[in-house]
């Protein structure tokens, strides 16, 4: 069984910064790409960041310049520093990984965490 484990967020006040973080476990033989994606209530799940195995970013024009995504390939774990947050940025955020596992390529996701950033 492979999951993925978040920790971070929480409230903040408008310009301040929170840190999410992601570990993945289990029989993982690879992981190509990891990253997260957020959705606001009654909107569709959208894509912050993510990063590949040898680094390259990819930021949603929303949170470039504010958000920095970072990867630890030996510890399988990806980290999301938010700085300079906005009310819009409120969401349940979610790891995502892409990775090679006993049953092939798969798609894993974690189980969400709350990020609320008060005006």
């Known amino acids: 069984q492979v999951e993925l484990v978040e920790s971070g967020g929480g409230l903040v006040q408008a310009g301040g910064s929170l840190r999410l973080s992601c570990a993945a476990s289990?029989?993982?033989?690879?992981?190509?790409?990891m990253g997260w994606y957020r959705q606001a209530p009654g909107k569709q799940r959208e894509l912050v960041a993510t990063?590949?195995?040898?680094?390259?970013?990819l930021y949603a024009d929303s949170v470039k310049g504010r958000f920095t995504i970072s990867r630890d390939n030996a510890k399988n774990t990806v980290d999301l520093q938010m700085n300079n947050l906005k009310p819009e940025d409120t969401g349940a955020y979610y790891c995502?990984?892409?990775?090679?596992?006993?049953?092939?390529?798969?798609?894993?996701w974690g189980q969400g965490t709350q990020v609320t950033v008060s005006s």
């Open positions: 995502y990984a892409r990775i090679i596992a006993t049953m092939g390529l798969t798609d894993i």
């Open positions: 289990g029989s993982i033989f690879s992981i190509k790409f």
């Open positions: 990063i590949g195995s040898g680094g390259s970013t």
